[in-house]
């Protein structure tokens, strides 16, 4: 029944999600034959990468018998369709919200709690992440050849969006569940600080790194069978991350690229990054990062090439262009500058921002109600950007 129960939210997923992508790769080895399919248009059902991974780890559980299977329809229903995480996350096991499907405490507290971290997701969300989108888009899709201070502009603007983008809706997510009474789980840990792939990877989409992880790398033996096993786990669980990411080889290979790293660090590279001084041991794992998004975000491999051969600068050094004077407005450049500073140094070393006291607590409020107002303004203002990870 296990396997059963695997093999049936896999093939449905595959059917939705690939089956296009299985059919182009078909055509082009067909294309001697002169035979070819069509490539049907297949809708991509709301959210279903991740309550197919929800059903996989309830079945698994059950099988392992971590938890117990819940006999009432109404609240398994509630666990697979819980709206604030359906659609980009983060993965919830079912022991973690298990007890809360039944029973749950809401208080003005806790309420008021939630509504916090929601303002401050909504606020990275549209105030940062949403003033990059059209600098972005300007350089990714509009601009060809893109010269070295265009393609480092690009990564590092795509890096600050994705992670705010992302981020905000996990914590928007967070903060509605908790305004209901649940208590999801954290999904970011400060990542853009981390010294290592490695380390990112523990601290970036951490629902679905500890997911990969149980259910997949364990599986296959971890790092129970050797050194060499060990690193053909690493990649085949980070093939299969970069392809659930997306029915395309540019995913793919930002699977099998972060894969590398991850398995070139466990060799003996972490143990050289360890040595450095922490400043340089983050800008390798941001470089390495960056680098890596040009496969990410680009929408094929000769767009992925043109934005490296920008990055080593073989299209020139700088030109005036349509995407830096339409896309880098001072809105972009403040948002860049604050997304930074909170991204890269933890939040715990502002001290106006995470002191204790009567005052603090009002700053706090009024604070957290400034980003509120600017956010409802920014939204009616502007045309919304759709969340990035809703793609996926």
Request: aromatic share 16%; net charge positive; glycine share 10%.
């Amino acid at each position: 029944m296990l396997v059963v129960a695997i093999t049936f939210n896999l093939i449905l997923l595959g059917i939705f999600k690939y089956t296009g992508f299985l059919i182009q790769n078909l055509n082009v080895l067909l294309e001697p034959t002169g035979f070819s399919f069509q490539v049907p248009a297949i809708g991509l059902p709301l959210g279903i990468s991740f309550y197919s991974f929800h059903a996989i780890s309830y079945i698994a559980d059950i099988y392992k018998r971590k938890v117990r299977a819940n006999r009432d329809p109404a609240q398994f229903a509630l666990y697979m369709c819980m709206f604030p995480q359906l659609v980009a996350g983060p993965i919830v096991r079912y022991n973690t919200v298990a007890r809360q499907l039944s029973k749950r405490r809401t208080t003005w507290g806790r309420f008021s709690a939630g509504a916090r971290l929601f303002a401050i997701g909504l606020a990275w969300k549209v105030l940062i992440a949403d003033e990059l989108a059209r600098l972005v888009d300007g350089i990714f899709d509009t601009t060809t050849n893109p010269t070295f201070v265009e393609a480092w502009l690009g990564v590092f603007a795509y890096t600050i969006q994705l992670y705010y983008d992302f981020a905000g809706y996990s914590t928007m997510a967070v903060g509605l569940g908790v305004m209901v009474g649940f208590v999801l789980p954290r999904n970011f840990r400060v990542p853009l600080t981390s010294k290592s792939i490695t380390e990112f990877w523990r601290r970036w989409h951490m629902s679905l790194s500890a997911f990969l992880r149980d259910y997949l790398y364990i599986p296959l033996g971890g790092s129970r069978k050797g050194e060499t096993r060990t690193y053909i786990n690493l990649w085949i669980v980070f093939l299969l991350c970069g392809l659930w990411h997306g029915a395309s080889w540019n995913f793919v290979l930002w699977g099998g690229y972060h894969g590398m790293f991850l398995a070139m660090e466990r060799a003996g590279l972490g143990r050289m990054l360890e040595r450095l001084p922490g400043g340089l041991a983050q800008v390798y794992a941001m470089g390495v990062l960056m680098v890596g998004w040009c496969l990410f975000r680009t929408n094929s491999m000769p767009e992925a090439v043109e934005m490296f051969q920008g990055l080593i600068g073989l299209n020139g050094f700088y030109r005036p262009s349509m995407a830096l004077s339409f896309g880098l407005t001072p809105l972009a450049i403040v948002a860049m500058i604050v997304g930074s500073a909170i991204g890269f140094w933890q939040w715990k070393r502002w001290p106006i921002l995470s002191g204790e006291g009567r005052f603090a607590m009002v700053a706090d409020y009024a604070f957290i109600g400034v980003l509120m107002v600017f956010s409802i303004i920014w939204l009616g203002g502007a045309s919304s950007t759709p969340f990035l990870y809703y793609r996926f």
